[in-house]
């Protein structure tokens, strides 16, 4: 509005300044060589002052106009050959579509990552999108809309030949004055960084097992031992018949250790990401259950409030909630020492929101070491006792489930994790019975 002020007020002052030169011109030659000219003379002249002063004041804002015409069409043309070549240089890939996901825009990024030509995709409706994916990318599009842009969400997409991978995508409104709502989609291709977090995974999870080689041993024990002695029984019984008291504590014994080793099993195979309902509650009686013997084995005690969780489902998958939780567990059994105390307790944070927290007493983090807690390869253990890659990964977790998690510390007072997640809807609003264990 204001280039516009002024280019009318110059045109303005610069007519205003030729009529004055030319008008003041004009008197100079009358008084100079018409003075003493008749009437119908000086008639003649005033209608040519006129005259001459029309057409140059039209010519010159004529020119005047062009020129400026010239200048904002090459401004305009600048700032479109400035504009295609950001967006082309962009690294990620940037789509523009309306709401019936035609394509408007799709830069030399998008061509890389997807395999489709400019020219042959804009105007088409949008080929990227996974079937199973659409009602999400509605849902995003929604949120947009009711003026929440989407940021940094993890989804899939489809490349030209049809296989699907990991993107990261922000959502953005854009308007073009008085046309429609569009929308531009920014996607970089995070393959490479799920694979790296899949081999995090495996790598604190097999560091996981390695702490826990102790309590499972002492877990072992006791069943096998048993065993044992009831085989030796029977041995000295061989000739008597064998007691059906004996053989189904034999058989007890062993589907425990079969059971138990079977989960060994299952805790250190790799297995794809399958988000479905889990009960948080039982999942985490499952894990804590897990992880008991080590506890056991350090004389520390392990409590659980599984009250406002039990049957309370989260869409995740289950073995990353598992590794999330034993993340948490096997840094707070760290932090502890012998005889040393571990909380989890859950609660509703708000509608459709649930939280759990892993509390220890044990040696805390400063503050100063607090704010880096979540950064890959950072530990305040000793050399060789960690790896710096568990709450990093417990974190990527979390933010992959669409939650939230903080760490609350005081050296010699211990530590909290807090984690929130939120709840499937179809089992929101459940109500679920109080429940307290505590195990030593």
Same mark, same amino acid.
């Given at each position: 509005?204001?280039?516009?002020?002024?280019?009318? @007020?110059?045109?303005?002052?610069?007519?205003?300044?030729?009529?004055?030169?030319?008008?003041? @011109?004009?008197?100079?030659?009358?008084?100079?060589?018409?003075?003493?000219?008749?009437?119908?003379?000086?008639?003649?002249?005033?209608?040519?002052?006129?005259?001459?002063?029309?057409?140059?004041?039209?010519? &010159?804002?004529? &020119?005047?106009?062009?020129?400026?015409?010239?200048?904002?069409? %090459?401004?305009?043309?600048?700032?479109? %050959?400035?504009?295609?070549?950001?967006?082309?240089?962009?690294?990620?890939?940037?789509?523009?579509?309306?709401?019936?996901?035609?394509?408007?825009?799709?830069?030399? !990024?998008?061509?890389?990552?997807?395999?489709?030509?400019?020219?042959?995709?804009?105007?088409?409706?949008?080929?990227?999108?996974?079937?199973?994916?659409?009602?999400?990318?509605?849902?995003?599009?929604?949120?947009?809309?009711?003026?929440?842009?989407?940021?940094?969400?993890?989804?899939?997409?489809?490349?030209?030949?049809?296989?699907?991978?990991?993107?990261?995508? !922000?959502?953005?409104?854009? =308007?073009?004055?008085?046309?429609?709502?569009?929308?531009? %989609?920014?996607?970089?291709?995070?393959?490479? =960084?799920?694979? &790296? =977090?899949?081999?995090?995974?495996?790598?604190?999870?097999?560091?996981?097992? $390695?702490?826990?080689?102790?309590?499972?041993?002492?877990?072992?024990?006791?069943?096998?031992?048993?065993?044992?002695?009831?085989?030796?029984?029977?041995?000295?019984?061989?000739?008597?018949?064998?007691?059906?008291?004996?053989?189904?504590?034999?058989?007890? $014994?062993?589907?425990?250790?079969?059971?138990?080793?079977?989960?060994?099993?299952?805790?250190?195979?790799?297995?794809?990401?399958?988000?479905?309902?889990?009960?948080? $509650?039982?999942?985490?009686?499952?894990?804590?259950?897990?992880?008991?013997?080590?506890?056991?084995?350090?004389?520390?005690?392990?409590?659980?409030? #599984?009250?406002?969780?039990?049957?309370?489902?989260?869409?995740?998958?289950?073995?990353?909630?598992?590794?999330?939780?034993?993340?948490?567990? #096997?840094?707070?059994?760290?932090?502890?020492?012998?005889? $040393?105390?571990?909380?989890? =307790?859950?609660?509703?944070?708000?509608?459709?929101?649930?939280?759990?927290?892993?509390?220890?007493?044990?040696?805390?983090?400063?503050?100063?070491?607090?704010?880096?807690?979540?950064?890959?390869?950072?530990?305040?253990?000793?050399?060789?006792?960690?790896?710096?890659?568990?709450?990093?990964?417990?974190?990527?977790?979390?933010?992959?489930?669409?939650?939230?998690?903080?760490?609350?510390?005081?050296?010699?007072?211990? #530590?909290?994790?807090?984690?929130?997640?939120?709840?499937?809807?179809?089992?929101?609003?459940? !109500?679920?019975?109080?429940?307290?264990?505590?195990?030593?």
């Amino acid at each position: 509005m204001g280039e516009k002020h002024w280019f009318w @007020a110059t045109l303005t002052l610069s007519s205003i300044t030729i009529v004055s030169v030319v008008f003041a @011109a004009w008197e100079l030659v009358e008084n100079r060589y018409f003075r003493n000219a008749d009437y119908l003379t000086l008639h003649y002249l005033y209608i040519t002052r006129g005259v001459a002063s029309s057409l140059l004041l039209a010519f &010159w804002a004529a &020119w005047f106009v062009l020129r400026q015409k010239r200048k904002s069409e %090459e401004d305009l043309r600048r700032s479109r %050959e400035r504009y295609r070549g950001l967006l082309q240089a962009f690294p990620g890939a940037v789509i523009l579509y309306d709401s019936a996901l035609r394509v408007l825009e799709w830069n030399a !990024s998008a061509e890389r990552m997807y395999g489709y030509k400019n020219a042959e995709i804009c105007s088409q409706p949008l080929p990227i999108v996974p079937p199973d994916k659409m009602p999400e990318l509605r849902e995003f599009i929604g949120r947009v809309k009711s003026g929440q842009p989407v940021f940094d969400v993890e989804t899939m997409r489809l490349s030209r030949d049809g296989e699907p991978f990991e993107v990261q995508l !922000s959502l953005l409104p854009f =308007r073009e004055s008085s046309a429609p709502m569009y929308f531009v %989609e920014v996607t970089s291709d995070i393959r490479e =960084r799920v694979r &790296w =977090r899949e081999r995090m995974l495996e790598i604190e999870k097999l560091t996981s097992m $390695g702490k826990m080689a102790a309590g499972t041993a002492h877990h072992l024990n006791s069943p096998l031992a048993a065993l044992l002695l009831r085989v030796q029984m029977m041995r000295e019984r061989a000739t008597a018949d064998l007691s059906a008291d004996d053989i189904a504590r034999l058989e007890e $014994g062993l589907k425990f250790c079969k059971h138990f080793v079977q989960r060994l099993l299952e805790f250190t195979r790799p297995t794809a990401v399958e988000k479905r309902n889990q009960d948080l $509650g039982a999942t985490i009686e499952s894990v804590a259950g897990f992880i008991l013997p080590t506890i056991q084995a350090k004389q520390a005690t392990l409590s659980l409030d #599984t009250a406002q969780a039990k049957g309370q489902q989260v869409y995740a998958d289950r073995n990353l909630l598992e590794a999330l939780l034993l993340i948490l567990l #096997t840094n707070a059994l760290d932090a502890i020492s012998s005889g $040393g105390r571990i909380r989890i =307790r859950c609660g509703a944070v708000d509608s459709g929101r649930i939280a759990f927290a892993v509390t220890d007493n044990g040696c805390g983090i400063g503050a100063r070491d607090l704010e880096h807690i979540f950064e890959p390869f950072f530990t305040t253990k000793d050399p060789g006792k960690g790896t710096g890659l568990g709450l990093a990964i417990a974190r990527n977790v979390v933010l992959e489930h669409g939650g939230s998690i903080r760490m609350e510390s005081e050296p010699g007072a211990g #530590t909290t994790a807090w984690v929130e997640l939120p709840v499937a809807e179809s089992a929101a609003g459940e !109500s679920t019975a109080p429940k307290e264990r505590v195990a030593s």
